[in-house]
């Protein structure tokens, strides 16, 4: 067996937002939001945009937007999943590969239009519902701390009271923070985080992910034996861009360094020259006048470089100390 990685949009989309995916995303959502608690029975996946447009139009503003062009389109408009929950509550769910400019504040208006967009025209606040942000990251978000899932709300800074009942919330998981083999899989947490990070490295469906049927139904989707061509081909073309998208990343950092390290030396060989240059200055004006208070050297210290030129222009027209460390205190920044 060969399993697509959830990772991909397209391979996201097909597994937790399909019509046949709703017992899978109950599961799931329940062990990223709650705990691995039942709190979800039913819910209604919402689907915007088709799987082909998702993957077209996030791939083409992704790849804009790591090699410092202005997007054509807006990368918030586009999520992988969304649902409503029993409750009303929305959930926006998201696989994110890079940590692109100001992804954190995207995730923001995402969760914040989503909850203004609900009212219509005479409705009231009233008719607000809950809006969750769920977000999986192939990168570390947050380093200063190992948790791999993180949940942020209003609260009350010292006493930490939620404000309306956590009304707003964002949960990420961070999948390079989850080290476990598949045979220290515990939890449904555990197994689901799992799935995400090494479906692709799977050679069949482990005894201890069959545990939890919901997960053998995703394994089941993910197998490549059961995509059609087309969904091949769209596979194909997803996985060609993050690769497209990887060597444009590693270039740019590679010719990143390359030009750090020139404008280094180049900036080292002009300090020095400056260096050389204020050294002479120090011994002909020693050689005039005996050695320098460190008053005159702490300033000759700070000269610019064309401070320094109009000194060595200077020098023979000072005929005493005092007109140097005058023309020094007139002169220094």
């Not at 947490?189 to 069959?210: H, Q, T």
Request: hydrophobic content about 40%; overall charge negative; some cysteine.
């Amino acid at each position: 067996m060969r399993f697509i990685s959830p990772k991909t949009d397209f391979a996201f989309k097909k597994i937790f937002g399909s019509d046949q995916s709703k017992d899978i995303l109950i599961s799931f959502l329940n062990a990223m939001i709650y705990s691995g608690e039942s709190v979800i029975q039913d819910l209604e996946i919402l689907d915007p945009y088709s799987a082909g447009d998702v993957v077209e139009l996030k791939d083409t503003v992704l790849m804009q937007s790591l090699m410092g062009e202005t997007p054509k389109t807006a990368l918030h408009r586009y999520l992988d999943v969304k649902a409503v929950l029993e409750d009303q509550t929305t959930v926006l769910i998201e696989m994110q590969i890079w940590n692109v400019e100001a992804f954190e504040k995207r995730v923001v208006y995402n969760l914040c239009k989503t909850y203004g967009n609900q009212l219509k025209s005479g409705q009231g606040y009233f008719d607000l519902n809950p809006v969750i942000a769920l977000t999986i990251t192939d990168f570390k978000l947050f380093p200063s701390t190992e948790k791999v899932i993180s949940c942020f709300y209003f609260q009350e800074k010292e006493e930490h009271l939620p404000y309306q009942e956590n009304e707003l919330a964002m949960v990420f998981v961070e999948l390079p923070k989850f080290t476990k083999q598949l045979e220290e899989l515990e939890s449904v947490i555990d197994k689901w985080i799992y799935f995400i990070k090494e479906a692709p490295s799977l050679e069949i469906i482990p005894e201890n992910l069959r545990e939890i049927p919901q997960l053998e139904k995703a394994l089941t989707i993910a197998n490549q034996a059961g995509l059609s061509v087309s969904e091949l081909e769209k596979l194909r073309k997803q996985e060609m861009v993050l690769e497209d998208t990887r060597g444009a990343l590693s270039l740019a950092q590679r010719e990143g360094i390359e030009q750090g390290i020139i404008q280094g030396i180049e900036q080292g060989i002009i300090q020095g020259r400056v260096q050389g240059e204020r050294r002479v200055i120090v011994r002909q004006l020693e050689r005039r006048f005996g050695q320098l208070s460190s008053n005159a050297i702490a300033l000759i210290e700070a000269l610019t470089n064309q401070e320094l030129e109009r000194l060595s222009e200077a020098i023979w027209d000072f005929q005493t100390r005092e007109d140097l460390l005058n023309w020094l205190q007139q002169n220094s920044n």
